[in-house]
């Protein structure tokens, strides 16, 4: 009989202390007051290619590289102006002398004119530029919970209260249940 009522005490201390901690389990409150969701962004680079079509301008190609028209034009009208000018013997001198300076102007005129023939071409030019975003990385949730400030990092923005399991905050939506 000493032995029946020392278990049947023991048991009922042990259901007691249970009891005890299943009340405090079920009287805790299931949330807590939010004070503050502040979101947490990180800022993300990413890299992209820009491109754009310019004009440029290069020089015409060249049919005549030497410019042997040029020279010999000139050297033509240069050799008739000097045929014009000189009188006598030296007629030949001035008909010389005028065909190799006209051939040297024909060849410059012709120079300048092959430098300033251009033609007009577009080039796509690209370079690289960085756009800048921000990203929602979550909340620093600030609440109070039976008395006391804690701070936790959310997924989701909560609302004016925090569902709460077992003394500790539900983090993700899924597992609030209401």
């Known amino acids: 009989m000493v032995k029946g009522v020392v278990i049947g005490g023991l048991a009922m201390v042990v259901l007691s202390a249970g009891g ?25 680079v990413t890299p992209r290619e820009e491109c754009q079509q310019v004009p440029v301008q290069k020089q015409a190609p060249v049919s005549d590289p030497n410019r042997i028209a040029g ?37 410059q005129v012709q120079k300048n004119m092959q430098q300033k023939d251009v033609v007009t071409t577009t080039e796509t030019r690209c370079r690289t530029v960085n756009e800048t975003t921000k990203k929602l990385v979550g909340y620093d949730v600030t609440y109070r919970y039976e008395g006391k400030e804690e701070r936790v990092r959310m997924s989701y923005k909560p609302g004016p209260q925090l569902a709460m399991k077992d003394g500790k905050p539900v983090l993700t939506p899924t597992e609030v249940k209401r």
Not at 31 to 36: C, E, G, L, P
Not at 78 to 96: C, E, F, M, P
């Open 20 to 44: 005890v901690t299943g009340y405090r389990a079920l009287t805790r409150p299931a949330f807590a007051d939010v004070v503050s969701a502040k979101e947490v962004t990180e800022t993300v």
């Open 71 to 107: 020279t010999v034009l000139g050297g033509v009208a240069g050799g008739l102006l000097g045929n014009q000018v000189g009188r006598g013997s030296g007629k030949t001198a001035a008909t010389v002398a005028g065909a190799a300076a006209g051939a040297y102007a024909g060849n």
